[in-house]
């Protein structure tokens, strides 16, 4: 039975916490899977996992991944625990993730010495690539980051009936702007990828971000790991055959 379902958009974003984990514990059946980027509804991947099948539903759903900030304060690598995940568009509430889960979270972050913003998020379709466009989304909305599918994960998980928390860690901050081409590559698109290979002006701009990137990604897999352990201190040891990383 899976007791708790990591999940993330992109490989990168769990990658850390893979190697992490096959160094600390001896396992053999994992379900290694990236649910892919922008809205869940699309997305078979973390519907199969909340289906009651014969490994059964998870007790809990963490979602981990990178986000953009919107608010100044906020620096690449910062830990973002958001309480209201909000989508953008008209007329939409806002969801929020599991007290307790959110509890364990926080206990995690402090294990791992990780300070921590509470601030919320908002999704969007798209990526948010410069400051002024990131300033007139904190004027719109009250949150402190951007990303592009966690208000329709937690829908979709929500619905299922399955407690979840997302943590987030800040890419690139509320004043710097990223290049226009940056999704086509999240995506892999062949036609990005050559364009840029075929600029080179572009390539100071990439190694910012990969720089970024594994800054993120440290924080963010060091963060994941505590939030393991602390949910086995409350009562959910974990094993090779019900640790699922999505």
């Given at each position: 039975m899976v007791l708790l379902a990591i999940i993330a958009s992109m490989e990168r974003e769990l990658s850390g916490l893979r190697r992490k984990i096959s160094s600390e514990r001896s396992v053999d059946s994992?379900?290694?899977?990236?649910?892919?980027?922008?809205?869940?509804?699309?997305?078979?991947?973390?519907?199969?996992?909340?289906?009651?099948?014969?490994?059964?539903?998870?007790?809990?759903?963490?979602?981990?991944?990178?986000?953009g900030a919107v608010e100044r304060k906020l620096k690449?690598?910062?830990?973002?625990?958001?309480?209201?995940?909000?989508l953008d568009a008209p007329n939409e509430n806002f969801l929020t993730?599991?007290?307790?889960?959110?509890q364990i979270a926080i206990t995690a972050a402090a294990n791992a010495g990780l300070p921590v913003t509470h601030s919320d998020s908002l999704t969007v379709d798209a990526i948010v690539a410069t400051p002024e466009a990131k300033a007139a989304l904190a004027e719109k909305y009250p949150v402190g980051i951007v990303e592009m599918e966690g208000y329709w994960l937690a829908a979709e998980i929500q619905d299922a009936g399955v407690?979840?928390?997302?943590?987030?860690?800040?890419?690139?901050?509320?004043?710097?702007?990223?290049?226009?081409?940056?999704?086509?590559?999240?995506?892999?698109?062949?036609?990005?990828?050559?364009?840029?290979?075929?600029?080179?002006w572009r390539a100071p701009a990439l190694l910012r971000l990969a720089y970024q990137a594994r800054i993120a990604r440290q924080a963010l897999s060091?963060?994941?790991?505590?939030?393991?352990r602390q949910w086995e201190r409350e009562g959910h040891p974990l094993t090779a055959a019900n640790v699922s990383l999505i």
């Open positions: 994992l379900n290694l899977r990236v649910i892919g980027v922008g809205n869940s509804r699309r997305q078979s991947g973390l519907r199969e996992i909340l289906r009651c099948t014969s490994n059964g539903q998870p007790k809990g759903v963490l979602m981990l991944g990178f986000a690449t690598g910062g830990l973002v625990l958001s309480s209201k995940y909000y993730p599991d007290p307790a889960m959110r407690p979840f928390i997302s943590a987030r860690v800040v890419l690139d901050t509320a004043l710097q702007s990223l290049p226009g081409h940056l999704l086509g590559l999240s995506q892999g698109r062949t036609q990005d990828v050559l364009r840029t290979a075929a600029m080179p060091r963060f994941a790991l505590s939030f393991i």
